[in-house]
Antibody, heavy 122, light 106 residues
Framework: QITLKESGPTLVKPTQTLTLTCTFS??????????VGWIRQPPEKALEWLAL???????RYRPSLESRLTITKDTSKNQVVLTMTNMDPVDTATYYCAHRLVDTPAVTFDYWGQGTLVTVSS | SYELTQPPSVSVSPGQTASITCSGEKLGDKFACWYQQRPGQSPVLVIYQDTKRPSGIPERFSGSNSGNTATLTISGTQAMDEADYYC?????????FGGGTKLTVL
């Protein structure tokens, strides 16, 4: 049974760096084909993909945010960490981590965490 | 950058068929998937690789993808299907979501 759970601060100040942790179970990020992604959703708005990390440490980022994002993994702890620098009120959103469905050549997310709401405000 | 366009809203009567479209340049050459998101909940994958249903997803959900348009079809729509639906694809090593469609069952 695959589960994922996001953790991190609920409130950050503008210009600060956000660090979110995704702790998962039911799969290993050292298994070929496995990947974990981060997706966010501002209040009442659409889903927005942020980053993806593969089992082989290959990483992909949303082009418009690439300079602000870093995704890393700790296979021994079953965790994926996302950092986003220079936070702004427009970054207020629910942040999700999700597991990539392995049995497809495309990137599709078959399991999602519950999400964590991050508010950016002074 | 690649974009996916969905209608903001679709309405359907209970028991009828709902169709939600997702448009993008040569989308038919890529794989599309669909997520359902009920209020206050995380997204749930309902269709992947254009036409496949994950286990546990009712047969009334089906998908197609050709040309520039992917379509999610819900046959015999039920009240519980009222939700936001998002299409998603993979292009140039990036994940792209559509803007979402609110399905109202009335």
């Amino acid at each position: 049974q695959i589960t994922l759970k996001e953790s991190g601060p609920t409130l950050v100040k503008p210009t600060q760096t956000l660090t979110l942790t995704c702790t998962f179970s039911g799969f290993s990020l050292s298994t070929t084909g496995v990947a974990v992604g981060w997706i966010r959703q501002p209040p009442e708005k659409a889903l927005e993909w942020l980053a993806l990390i593969y089992w082989n440490d290959d990483k992909r980022y949303r082009p418009s945010l690439e300079s602000r994002l870093t995704i890393t993994k700790d296979t021994s702890k079953n965790q994926v960490v996302l950092t986003m620098t220079n936070m702004d009120p427009v970054d207020t959103a629910t942040y999700y981590c999700a597991h990539r469905l392995v049995d497809t050549p495309a990137v599709t997310f078959d399991y999602w965490g519950q999400g964590t709401l991050v508010t950016v405000s002074s | 950058s690649y974009e996916l366009t969905q209608p903001p809203s679709v309405s359907v009567s209970p028991g009828q068929t709902a169709s939600i479209t997702c448009s993008g340049e040569k989308l038919g050459d890529k794989f599309a998937c669909w997520y359902q998101q009920r209020p206050g909940q995380s997204p749930v994958l309902v269709i992947y690789q254009d036409t496949k249903r994950p286990s546990g997803i009712p047969e009334r959900f089906s998908g197609s993808n050709s040309g520039n348009t992917a379509t999610l079809t819900i046959s015999g729509t039920q009240a519980m299907d009222e939700a936001d639906y998002y299409c998603q694809t993979w292009d140039s090593s990036t994940v792209v979501f559509g803007g979402g469609t609110k399905l109202t069952v009335l």
